[in-house]
């Protein structure tokens, strides 16, 4: 059974960067498009970032509130995406999810598998 490990979350400060990752195994992670989604408390899921596949280039997109701050990368040889995150606002607070999806896009309907998340919380 398809498989999704997030880790790398924790407590960091304001400004302060984290790089969470996200692991896959038992399928072929290379042909999805992986993304990257979180949610608060009371708040529904939103999409973060999305990676293509490298043979479609790599192809990346970011919800406007992260531009410029994170940076979303994968490693098909560790199976593995991550998420750069820099800059970090308390309004980044969230359980942070990766998921399999066969587009990229922000929408986490497309998805059809997802992690267990891991909890990133930004406080002074």
């Known amino acids: 059974q398809l498989q999704l490990v997030e880790s790398g979350g924790g407590l960091v400060e304001p400004g302060g960067s984290l790089r969470l990752s996200c692991a896959a195994s038992?399928?072929?992670?290379?042909?999805?498009?992986i993304g990257w989604f979180r949610q608060a408390p009371g708040k529904e899921r939103e999409g973060v970032s999305s990676i293509s596949t490298s043979s479609s280039g790599g192809f990346r997109i970011y919800a406007d509130s992260v531009k410029g701050r994170f940076f979303i990368s994968r490693d098909n040889a560790k199976n593995t995406v991550y998420l750069q995150m820099n800059s970090l606002k308390p309004e980044d607070t969230a359980v942070y999810y990766c998921?399999?999806?066969?587009?990229?896009?922000?929408?986490?309907?497309?998805?059809?598998?997802w992690g267990q998340g891991t909890q990133v919380t930004v406080s002074s």
């Open positions: 998921a399999v999806g066969s587009t990229v896009t922000l929408r986490p309907d497309r998805y059809g598998y």
């Open positions: 038992r399928f072929n992670f290379n042909v999805y498009a």
